[in-house]
Structure formats: C-alpha cells, structure tokens
C-alpha cells in the first residue's frame, strides 16, 4: 500500500483552501493522503467547538465542507481530473462530536470526461458511519481550470489538465 500526502504543490498551485490548507489561519487544516492501492483519499480530524452548531455537535455545514473536499481530492488524486461539485446528498447519520477523532474517506465511483460521481463518508472512531455523502463533480478542462486556479498548474502532478 502506497500512501501519498495530498498537497496542492504537487498539482502546481497554491490554495488558501478553508478545509485543507495547514497555512490558512482561519481554516480546519484537514491534512488529506491518497491511498493509491484502496484508490480511496483520507484524512483524520479532531474538531474543536469553535466549529460546533449545537454546544457538543460540529456544525452539519462543517461535517458537509469536510465530505465535499474529500470528494474534491478524489476526483484529483484518484481520477486524475480538475473538477467542482455540481450536486451532493448527504444524510446525517450520527452526531459528529467536538473534541472526538473521525476519518473521513472518499472515493470516485464512476463517470466519463464531462463529469464524475463520488462517495465519502466521515466514521468515528468504531468505524460507524456519522455522515455519508455523494456528489456529482463537472470536470474542467485545461482552459477552465487555468481561470479556476489563476494561474497554469506546472507541479509534477499537472498532466491530469491534459
């Protein structure tokens, strides 16, 4: 098993991402990996109740923002291709709690060249599914992800916009 760290460096641009970039002050700092073997994308967090809704619960907006940048990293790391959210559903299935350890996973189910359909579930400590989510992602092409990125991808990585 070949377990990669996701960082936008390697896809040649850099982000202020609110879920995953450890350099945005303001944000969760996900560190995400890419398992190569499962072609699956996790991560670990731990939430603090600065991001609680009810006193002991994370806010459900937070828990979705974690799903659907899971599902982001898979259409990249795994599917090899720039692409956004256009459709997702997720069913709340169990309180995600402050200040407990979870892991979110996410994989790409399928799809063709103009869009991709993903998973993701965020699990606790038991494995027990708390949030479970799909999404329908609409690939970019090279010119659209130029304009989404503000600049031209050059990292090692890059080739999935060819």
Do not use: Q
Not at 18 to 44: K, M, Q, T
């Amino acid at each position: 098993m070949a377990v990669h760290p996701l960082d936008n460096a390697r896809w040649g641009f850099e982000s202020n991402c609110f879920v995953c970039e450890p350099r945005n002050p303001a944000g969760l700092r996900i560190p995400f990996s890419h398992d190569d073997e499962a072609e699956v994308v996790r991560a670990e967090l731990t939430l603090d109740d600065r991001f609680s809704g009810a006193p002991s619960y994370v806010h459900g907006g937070l828990t979705l923002a974690v799903l659907d940048e899971a599902m982001a990293w898979a259409t990249i790391a795994v599917a090899g291709k720039f692409a956004v959210t256009s459709e997702t559903t997720t069913r709340f299935v169990h309180p995600v709690r402050v200040g407990r350890t979870y892991t979110v996973e996410a994989r790409v189910d399928g799809g063709d060249d103009a869009t991709l359909r993903t998973s993701a579930t965020v699990a606790d400590e038991k494995g027990r599914p708390c949030a479970e989510s799909t999404a329908t992602f609409v690939v970019f092409s090279a010119a659209k992800a130029v304009d989404a990125l503000g600049t031209e991808a050059t990292g090692p990585d890059a080739d999935y916009l060819g």
